[in-house]
């Protein structure tokens, strides 16, 4: 069995090396095979040249992206299309819910038999630990706002930690358009229209940096809402 691991990145110098060696310790314990996706969202700072050198050194290592930010979905995007595993897994360069994670939900595929498995910060009441008082309320109001608005019904639509297996991946994601915060909502929308079996796993914030959010909250739930509407013109007339 082949694990893929895609990070998104942007501007994200300053830990994009301790991100790739902790990843590589981890995965070499887990899975026979593996390779981590660093996906360059257009980054303006040394990440390129960071991720060219971590690249050279390690073959387990692919460097990807482009040269003008388009936004987080569509590294991910470029990401996922782009890997070669059986099962593709992604999550954000701050490793945010740790790597034990990626364990659990390689576990939960072989339990329950789904095509994606999705963390959820909404199962367990200790998952947003660490987020202060105000960050917390505000995304579970924005959450609230996005479920009402495109009719989703699991419990998180957009924890930065999800994996497909690899056709279902590539499947939905091919036709995925969204480059915005809303490129996770889009991808599981299009994953249930086709009929894929999506389970949830509890996942707790492990690694919280606040003051490194590219998330604001206000603007983004009104983009996302203008997203919501393209997503569901877009589905309609596939």
């Known amino acids: 069995?082949?694990?893929?691991?895609?990070?998104?990145?942007?501007?994200?110098?300053?830990?994009i090396k301790e991100?790739?060696?902790?990843?590589?310790?981890?995965?070499?314990?887990?899975?026979?095979?593996?390779?981590?996706?660093?996906?360059?969202?257009?980054?303006?700072?040394?990440?390129?040249?960071?991720l060219d050198e971590i690249s050279r050194n390690n073959p387990k290592i692919k460097a990807i992206g482009y040269d003008v930010n388009k936004g987080k979905g569509s590294a991910?995007?470029?990401?996922?299309?782009?890997?070669?595993?059986?099962?593709?897994?992604?999550?954000?360069?701050d490793l945010a819910y740790g790597t034990e994670v990626i364990k659990r939900a390689i576990d939960v595929f072989e339990e329950c038999e789904c095509d994606v498995v999705i963390g959820s910060?909404?199962?367990?009441?200790?998952?947003?630990?660490g987020y202060t008082f105000t960050r917390k309320i505000m995304s579970k109001v924005y959450f609230r706002i996005i479920s009402l608005a495109s009719g989703f019904k699991l419990s998180d639509s957009q924890c930065g930690f999800k994996c497909f297996k690899k056709e279902a991946g590539h499947d939905v994601f091919s036709e995925c358009q969204i480059d915005s915060f809303a490129f996770d909502l889009e991808a599981l929308m299009k994953s249930q229209a086709k009929g894929y079996k999506i389970c949830e796993m509890p996942v707790k914030i492990i690694n919280n940096d606040n003051s490194e959010?590219?998330?604001?909250?206000?603007?983004?739930?009104?983009?996302?809402?203008?997203?919501?509407?393209?997503?569901?013109?877009?589905?309609?007339?596939n």
């Open 121 to 129: 910060r909404n199962i367990d009441s200790e998952s947003y630990e």
């Open 1 to 15: 069995m082949k694990l893929s691991v895609v990070i998104p990145v942007y501007n994200e110098e300053k830990r």
């Open 76 to 93: 991910v995007r470029c990401g996922v299309l782009a890997s070669t595993g059986d099962y593709v897994v992604f999550t954000d360069c």
């Open 19 to 50: 991100t790739s060696e902790v990843l590589d310790s981890f995965l070499k314990t887990i899975v026979e095979d593996y390779e981590i996706i660093f996906s360059n969202d257009g980054s303006v700072d040394s990440t390129p040249k960071i």
């Open 213 to 237: 959010s590219k998330v604001r909250m206000i603007r983004d739930a009104i983009k996302m809402l203008f997203d919501i509407r393209r997503i569901k013109k877009n589905n309609r007339n």
